[in-house]
């Protein structure tokens, strides 16, 4: 499911909910919050990580951008894999063999659930973190040395 502004009246509403959304939560404290929507005078409550993913949204529409709903659990092919990840579709399938992200075989295609392709991004992102950590602890260990 993918929504985007489509005429100035949706992108002013857009800015206007993030703006009003964005106030709301930053002025939450640590008790108990509620948060709910309203539609036609029937009050929904939501839970509040829901309306900060919401504002979250909200703010990208109000970029200009599209954003797009996608169950954790749907599957993908690899070259839809490859796309989120920003990588070849070989070094995807290298990833796959190796044992580094979990897939499943539909007939001769392979299929990767989008909840195992993040959480290999996870994995990969803390790595580099760790990595440029340790370098920069390295820098400065030779700056004292010299």
């Not at 949204?57 to 690899?78: F, Q």
């Not at 897939?103 to 295609?109: A, P």
Request: aromatic share 4%; charged share 20%; proline share 5%.
């Amino acid at each position: 499911m993918s929504f985007v502004a489509e005429n100035p009246e949706q992108l002013e509403q857009a800015v206007t909910s993030f703006r009003q959304i964005t106030r709301a939560l930053a002025e939450l404290d640590y008790g108990p919050v509620d948060a709910a929507v309203t539609i036609n005078g029937t009050t929904v409550p939501l839970p509040v990580p829901l309306v900060r993913e919401l504002a979250t949204m909200l703010g990208h529409l109000a970029d200009g951008k599209s954003v797009s709903i996608v169950p954790r659990y749907r599957e993908l092919t690899t070259q839809e894999a490859a796309d989120i990840l920003n990588v070849s579709r070989p070094y995807l399938v290298r990833q796959l063999e190796a044992g580094k992200i979990a897939f499943h075989m539909v007939g001769s295609h392979r299929r990767v659930i989008l909840d195992n392709l993040l959480k290999f991004q996870e994995k990969a992102t803390e790595s580099s973190q760790q990595a440029m950590q340790e370098l920069a602890d390295a820098a400065q260990d030779m700056e004292l040395l010299n």
